[in-house]
């Protein structure tokens, strides 16, 4: 399963943006959390997430969920 | 699937958390490699989250100014206490719910139905043969078909269907005997056939299949009523022996030839007693006889060994010559041709009509031809060999 998984996720990071959804996938590091602003680290840059009632849903090891009015996501 | 059964299996729990800096304490479960879903942030101060129940000491170890509470559990734990509570309850259930399944499942009967007694026996030991017996398992329908046909299959000179049905705990198994009538042997295969030529009319079958109807003309050794006993499609089902009556109106013709002048014997009155004695060999008289014509009458008296003793009546009569007229002298002949021909018909045979076809007077003599019509029983039972059905290639 876990081979499967590797396969079809063969990428160093992505990240997928909803309406009121974000999810990044191969995160190294959760560096900041507020309700306006996570800054989250990854292997070549940091991301920056911009927002109103940001709330973490699922936080794994190496994919996290974060719920809220998302504005603005900037590479840094 | 696995991984289906891993989550069921994996024991997670609904977290509460109370206290300050939310935002630091999640990030700080990252660092802890703390893995969670489901969060809800319940108040500024409050969140919770599901996470896995091993996980809980960790965060307890670590986070010790929160207060940390598990508020459900989740999956097959989350019915754990109930079941912990209702245990005797269950069980009971688990079982009841058993004991049914297998009481729906289960024959306790087999109950064979037929008049004969060895055809019962017959298939019982069959059926036992199959498994299909008293405190087994229901077969399923397909097995039942199967056995059946197995057991017809046996024998088929028994057997000519089963039906097992299924009612409540038991087997009804219902048979019919195969009955094969023998086609006799081919000595007493007869057929009715016409001794004579004529009209059918009266046809009594007792056994046998009518060829021939009232009103049909039959020739001499015409077949009548046939011992082979065929279907519409010519097939023959039955072979007897063909019995019953066949009348027919048939044609005779009678001769009499009739002296004009005979002699009449007339009674004087006069009569004697006498005793005979039938030795066997010959017959004695014990007084002379008497007159000079007379008409004796013989009344058997008793007998002694092989002697046999009679009373005998001798009447006087006088002989007068006479002559019939024509007419008297025909119908004298009718009257004897008809007798003559009545002589050949039984009780149940008849004369239909009479008609004098020649009659002619020579040397004091009438001679007459009469053609008389008959109602005569003309079948007559006649052995036969059956004919080899023809195989088709």
Redesign the interface.
């Known amino acids: 399963m876990e081979n499967i998984k590797s396969f079809l996720y063969d990428k160093d990071y992505f990240i997928s943006i909803f309406d009121k959804y974000i999810y990044v996938f191969n995160y190294l590091d959760l560096l900041h959390f507020s309700e306006t602003e996570i800054n989250l680290k990854l292997e070549k840059f940091k991301l920056l997430i911009n927002g109103q009632n940001l709330s973490i849903i699922k936080m794994m090891e190496k994919e996290i969920l974060i719920e809220g009015e998302i504005e603005k996501v900037t590479k840094c | 699937m696995?991984?289906i059964i891993n989550h069921i299996k994996t024991h997670k729990v609904e977290v509460e958390v109370t206290g300050p800096f939310l935002?630091?304490f999640?990030?700080n479960?990252?660092r802890l490699?703390i893995?969670?879903?489901?969060?809800k942030?319940l108040k500024e101060d409050k969140i919770s989250f599901i996470t896995d129940y091993d996980n809980i000491e960790k965060i307890s170890a670590n986070f010790k100014d929160y207060k940390i509470k598990i508020k459900n559990h989740e999956g097959i734990y989350k019915i754990r206490p109930f079941i912990i509570r209702n245990k005797i309850f269950l069980s009971c259930l688990v079982l009841g719910l058993f004991l049914l399944a297998i009481s729906q499942n289960i024959i306790v009967k087999v109950d064979v139905i037929h008049s004969d007694k060895d055809i019962r026996q017959l298939v019982k030991e069959e059926l036992e043969y199959y498994h299909v017996k008293s405190l087994t398992f229901k077969k399923s329908y397909k097995q039942l078909q199967e056995i059946k046909q197995k057991i017809l299959d046996k024998y088929p000179d028994k057997l000519e269907w089963i039906e097992i049905e299924n009612v409540g705990m038991t087997y009804k198994v219902r048979i019919e005997q195969r009955i094969i009538t023998k086609i006799k042997d081919n000595n007493n295969l007869c057929n009715i056939v016409a001794q004579k030529s004529g009209i059918i009319t009266k046809i009594i079958n007792k056994q046998g299949m009518n060829i021939k109807t009232t009103g049909d003309y039959v020739s001499k050794g015409d077949i009548i009523i046939a011992g082979d006993i065929k279907t519409a499609e010519d097939e023959v089902k039955n072979r007897v022996c063909a019995t019953g009556e066949v009348y027919a109106e048939i044609w005779l013709t009678a001769n009499v030839s009739l002296p004009l002048n005979y002699k009449e014997k007339q009674k004087t009155g006069e009569k004697r007693w006498n005793f005979m004695i039938d030795t066997g060999k010959e017959k004695k008289i014990l007084l002379k006889n008497r007159f000079k014509n007379s008409i004796i009458k013989n009344k058997k008296l008793f007998k002694v060994g092989p002697f046999t003793f009679y009373k005998q009546t001798e009447y006087e009569v006088k002989i007068k010559n006479k002559k019939y007229n024509l007419e008297q002298a025909e119908k004298e002949a009718l009257s004897q041709a008809l007798s003559k021909v009545k002589m050949q018909l039984n009780d149940k045979e008849r004369i239909i009509t009479q008609k004098v076809l020649n009659k002619d007077v020579k040397n004091s003599k009438m001679k007459i031809e009469v053609f008389v019509s008959v109602e005569k029983q003309i079948g007559k039972q006649v052995n036969y060999v059956p004919q080899l059905e023809q195989e088709s290639s």
Not at chain 2, 35 to 39: G, K, L, Q, R, S
């Open positions: 696995l991984n935002n630091h999640l990030i479960l990252y490699h893995n969670i879903n489901n969060v942030y």
